[in-house]
C-alpha cells in the first residue's frame, strides 16, 4: 500500500488481523507455554522463574535503540518506527524482538491517543494495551499510594520518627491528567482526620515507583530499592525511608507480579515486550530492564524505544539505564518527520498542527539544523547513527528529498525513507539494511560523563554537550539541595535530567537550536530507590492537564462493546 492511498483506522486495522495465541508466537524464540503467566490468548507475563533461567550468561545479539529529533506535541512516530523496525528486521532474516514501554492513561485520554504504535505496525491487543493491560500501572498507582497512607498514618499515630511534615517529600500519585490535584491539603476534617499538611499528586509515569520496577532485576532487589525511597526528613534534616515506615514489604508485594515483563504480539507476529512506562521529561523514560534482559537473550536483534527527543530519552539511556544494564547499544535510528523540521523551521510556538499540512521546502530546510543537533549530539556516545525520516500521508516528494538529500551529502550519515505506517516491516526493508549495516561496525560506545563527579560538573556535562547551553545556573534552592546530597552521600549517581521536550532548551517556545541561553536548575532531589538524582528545570509538570479537547472526548464504546476515538 503506497502512503497516498487511504489507510483504514488503526482500530479496523487491528481488528481486521488474525492474532496468533501467545504460546505460538514466542515459542519459536524459546518461550515455553510452561514460562508464561497468560492473561488470556494474546497476552501474557513472563514467570520469574523462567527469567532467572533465560538470563543466565551474556547476550549474543545486537541493540537498537530507537530515539527521535525534537518532536512536535503529537510525536514523530517512534513507536511505529520501533514496531515496524522489529517487523522488518525478521523480514530481513534476523531473528527479532522489541522492547517498548505501557501507554499511561494520562496522554491516552489527553492528547495523543493511543500508544501502541499504529497503521500496519501496532503492537496487539491494541485496546487492552493501551487501557488497564496487564495491571502493572495500576499495581504501581496502589503501591505507591499504600506508602502515603502509611507515612501520614505515622504522622497521626504519634510521629515516633519526628517527621517534619513541611519536610513531607512524597506525594500521591494517579494514572490521568488533572490539573486540580497537582496540589492539595490533606488531613482536614477534624480530630480524626490526620494531620493538616499540604500535599499533590503526581502522575503515575512520574512516580519514582515506575523508576524502581523498571530497574529491578528481581523481587529482591525491587524490595531493596523501594525500601531505600526518601518520603521524608525529620526534625534534624536525615532522610526517612519506606523501610523507616514500615511500608518497603506491603508495597513489593503490591508490586512482586508487576515486576513479571509482559509479552504480546505485532500485527505481522513478532513478539514484542512491553513492560513500564516512565517518561523521559521527567524520568529515565524507558521499558524496563528485566525485559530488555530477557528479550536479548531470546533474539539476535533487539531494538528499543528511549521517549521524546534524543536530548531526554537517548541521553538517559546511554548515561543511565546502559550503566544499570551493563549494555551497549550497537547503533541508533534517529526518527524524524517532515512535519517536525517545517515546526522548527517556522519557529512554531505555540504549536498549529494544521498549519504544518502545507507543503513548505524552505522551513524543512531551516528546520534540519535540529535533526543536525541531534546527530551530532549521538555521535558523542560512539554509536553509529541512522536516521529513519517517517513519512506521513501529506509529505511532498520534494519535502522528503531535502531531507534525504541533507542527511547523505551534508550530514553523511545514512538515511532510510520509511514507511512501516502504511507497510508494515516491507515499508521500513531499506532502514532494516542500513541499521544492520551500521551494527555491524565497530561501536565505541561510552557515556558521556563519570558518576563520581561532582554534581554540578554532571549537569553542566549534560547542558553544554548535549542541550547547547553556555552554562548552568542553579536557584538559591537548588544550591541548598546539592550540598545536602553530598553531606548525605548521595551525589554518586548518574543525573535524571528534567526538562521540557517542546525545545532542546529549558524554554519550550525556542525552536530550532538555541543559542545564548543558560539552563536554569530549580530543584535537585534523591531518588535514592531509582538509584540516580533528579535536576529540576524550566517548569516541568509532573502531573499534566486535559488539552481544551481531550482526546477522551471523542472516544466511545458502542453496544457491542467496539471502542471508537481511541486509535
Known amino acids: 500500500m503506497s502512503s497516498e492511498e487511504s489507510i483504514p483506522s488503526d482500530y479496523e486495522i487491528a481488528q481486521s488481523v488474525e492474532k496468533h495465541h501467545i504460546r505460538d508466537v514466542v515459542e519459536p524464540f524459546g518461550l515455553r507455554e510452561s514460562d508464561l503467566e497468560l492473561f488470556g490468548d494474546y497476552k501474557a507475563k513472563v514467570s520469574l522463574d523462567a527469567v532467572e533461567r533465560l538470563t543466565e550468561g551474556e547476550p549474543d545479539n545486537k541493540l537498537v535503540l530507537v530515539t527521535g529529533m525534537t518532536p512536535t506535541p503529537m510525536g514523530e512516530g517512534k513507536t511505529v518506527t520501533t514496531v515496524g ?225 534524543s536530548d531526554l530519552g537517548a541521553e538517559k539511556f546511554m548515561n543511565i539505564v546502559c550503566r544499570f544494564g551493563d549494555m551497549s547499544p550497537d547503533a541508533v535510528t534517529l526518527v524524524s518527520s517532515v512535519r517536525a523540521l517545517k515546526y522548527h523551521g517556522q519557529n512554531m510556538w505555540p504549536p498549529d498542527m494544521d498549519e504544518l499540512e502545507a507543503e513548505d521546502v524552505e522551513a524543512v530546510e531551516r528546520g534540519l539544523a535540529n535533526l543536525d543537533r541531534h546527530v551530532r549530539n549521538l555521535e558523542k556516545f560512539g554509536v553509529p547513527v541512522v536516521v529513519a525520516l517517517n513519512r506521513f500521508p501529506g509529505d511532498s516528494d520534494a519535502e522528503v528529498e531535502t531531507v534525504v538529500s541533507h542527511c547523505e551529502e551534508e550530514l553523511g550519515v545514512r538515511v532510510a525513507e520509511s514507511n512501516v505506517f502504511s507497510d508494515g516491516g516491507e515499508g521500513g526493508l531499506d532502514l532494516a539494511e542500513k541499521l544492520v549495516e551500521a551494527a555491524e561496525e565497530d561501536s565505541s560506545f561510552a557515556p558521556l560523563y563519570e558518576v563520581d563527579r561532582p554534581i554540578t560538573e554532571k549537569i553542566e556535562t549534560v547542558a553544554t554537550e548535549i542541550y547547547g547551553a553556555d552554562g548552568v545556573e542553579y536557584t538559591d534552592d537548588a544550591e541548598e539541595d546539592i550540598a545536602e546530597l553530598e553531606e548525605l552521600g548521595l551525589d554518586d549517581t548518574p543525573v535524571c535530567m528534567s526538562k521540557t521536550f517542546h525545545s532542546l532548551s529549558d524554554d519550550p517556545s525556542l525552536k530550532g537550536v538555541p543559542e545564548d541561553w543558560t539552563l536554569t536548575v530549580r530543584e535537585v532531589y534523591p531518588s535514592a530507590g531509582a538509584g540516580f538524582v533528579v535536576a529540576l528545570t524550566g517548569d516541568v509538570l509532573t502531573l499534566p492537564g486535559l488539552a481544551k479537547t481531550p482526546a477522551a472526548a471523542g472516544m466511545d464504546v458502542d453496544d457491542e462493546g467496539n471502542v471508537s476515538g481511541l486509535f
Open 85 to 309: 523496525l522489529g517487523q522488518a528486521l525478521n523480514q530481513f532474516g534476523k531473528e527479532t524482538l522489541i522492547a517498548i514501554r505501557e501507554p499511561s492513561l494520562g496522554p491516552v485520554f489527553g492528547i495523543k491517543g493511543g500508544a501502541a504504535g499504529g497503521g500496519y505496525s501496532q503492537v496487539l491487543p491494541m485496546e487492552d494495551i493501551n487501557l488497564h493491560f496487564t495491571g502493572d500501572i495500576h499495581a504501581l498507582t496502589a503501591a505507591h499510594n499504600l506508602i502515603s497512607a502509611m507515612l501520614d498514618n505515622h504522622v497521626y499515630q504519634g510521629n515516633e520518627l519526628g517527621i517534619d511534615i513541611n519536610e513531607v517529600r512524597w506525594k500521591r500519585s494517579i494514572d490521568m491528567n488533572d490539573r486540580a490535584l497537582r496540589e492539595t491539603v490533606v488531613g482536614l476534617g477534624g480530630k480524626t482526620g490526620g494531620i493538616p499538611r499540604e500535599d499533590g499528586f503526581l502522575l503515575t509515569a512520574a512516580s519514582e515507583m515506575m523508576a524502581v520496577l523498571c530497574l529491578a532485576d528481581s523481587v529482591a532487589d525491587l524490595r531493596e530499592r523501594v525500601a531505600r525511597i526518601i518520603v521524608a526528613y525529620d526534625g534534624d534534616g536525615d532522610p526517612v525511608t519506606v523501610e523507616d515506615i514500615e511500608a518497603a514489604g506491603a508495597a513489593t508485594m503490591l508490586l512482586k507480579d508487576a515486576l513479571q515483563p509482559n509479552v504480546v504480539q505485532t500485527i505481522e507476529g513478532t513478539p514484542a515486550f512491553v513492560h513500564g512506562g516512565p517518561f523521559a521529561n521527567i524520568a529515565h523514560g524507558t521499558n524496563s530492564l528485566i525485559a530488555d534482559d530477557v528479550a536479548a537473550h531470546l533474539s539476535e536483534y533487539l531494538v528499543t524505544e528511549a521517549g521524546f527527543g
